[in-house]
């Protein structure tokens, strides 16, 4: 059987994130140059920054959704919006594992409460992550998708304040490689930091479509079987 | 170091590693979840096939005019 990407964005997108995956691998472990101050080990910033930014990107999507559903009543954004947050929460654990990895190996620590970037994002994550007890604790219906989208609306006022905290904060550890002036590193390592980032969000979106596929396909059977009933 | 393997390159391997693993736990899930909508969706076709079935049993029972 052919597998034609043609017909199926889904495995085009699919594709597209096994190459951009196979080739930021590549990149980092085959052409980036290691850094002169970390060591191998700042090799973990390939990943976890990407990884870092795509939750950001997730809950900021799930919030807009959010914002579509309460505006514009669209069909199926609370559904969008929910397996958004989902993947939020999943790169967000992930951000929290590889940082804590990070830390301990270039700091000495797994975490430090001293640091307002990890607190303000295990804040967002821990936000985001009682989204799914405030949603299964309400039966399905209008009244819940409203009430979601509210909480995930409120949430992502957290985002720019946890994404700015390292910038405006005085007394840190956490590096800052992203400045006004632009990227601080070298034009190889900023290539494949931009190849990882390409990979990683891509990774996700594809993630993204089959869950929210499978969610359709829940719904619809749902609705079959009452239908048959 | 144990076999040439510095303590930076494990934690680095353990970073790529965990994001691998989590990756995978839940393509696993969703590939556990698409088998299940996959037996409902037999159910309901089989549903379907013996109310479809005992329609046309009726149909065949009823006396023409």
Not at chain 1, 6 to 12: D, F, I
Not at chain 1, 61 to 75: D, I, M, N, S, V
Not at chain 1, 199 to 209: E, I, N, V
Not at chain 2, 22 to 51: N, P
């Amino acid at each position: 059987m052919r597998l034609r990407t043609s017909e199926n964005p889904l495995a085009a997108l699919a594709a597209l994130a096994g190459v951009l995956i196979a080739a930021s691998v590549a990149l980092i472990f085959f052409y980036v140059p290691t850094d002169a101050d970390q060591g191998f080990s700042q090799r973990i910033f390939y990943i976890h920054v990407p990884i870092a930014l795509t939750a950001y990107a997730f809950f900021g999507w799930g919030a807009w959704k959010a914002l579509r559903h309460l505006w514009k009543r669209e069909p199926g954004a609370d559904l969008e919006s929910y397996v958004a947050i989902h993947q939020g929460v999943i790169f967000g654990a992930l951000t929290l594992l590889t940082g804590s990895l990070w830390a301990k190996i270039s700091w000495g620590h797994w975490w430090l409460w001293s640091e307002s970037q990890l607190v303000l994002f295990l804040v967002l994550f821990l936000f985001y992550g009682a989204y799914f007890m405030l949603r299964y604790s309400i039966e399905p219906g209008p009244a819940r998708a409203n009430m979601c989208a509210v909480y995930a609306l409120f949430g992502v006022v957290l985002i720019p304040i946890s994404f700015l905290a390292i910038r405006l904060a005085n007394q840190l550890i956490h590096p800052v490689v992203f400045t006004l002036q632009g990227p601080q590193m070298a034009g190889s390592m900023f290539l494949t930091f931009c190849v990882s980032l390409a990979a990683m969000l891509t990774l996700a979106a594809t993630l993204f479509h089959v869950e929210l596929a499978g969610k359709r396909i829940d719904s619809r059977l749902r609705e079959l079987r009452e239908l048959l009933a | 170091m144990i076999l040439g393997v510095t303590t930076a390159e494990k934690y680095v391997a353990a970073a790529y590693g965990i994001v691998f693993l989590i990756v995978l736990v839940y393509v696993l899930i969703i590939a556990l979840k698409l088998g299940r909508l996959e037996r409902e969706l037999d159910e309901l076709t089989g549903q379907v096939r013996e109310r479809r079935e005992a329609e046309r049993e009726q149909r065949e029972q009823v006396p023409v005019g």
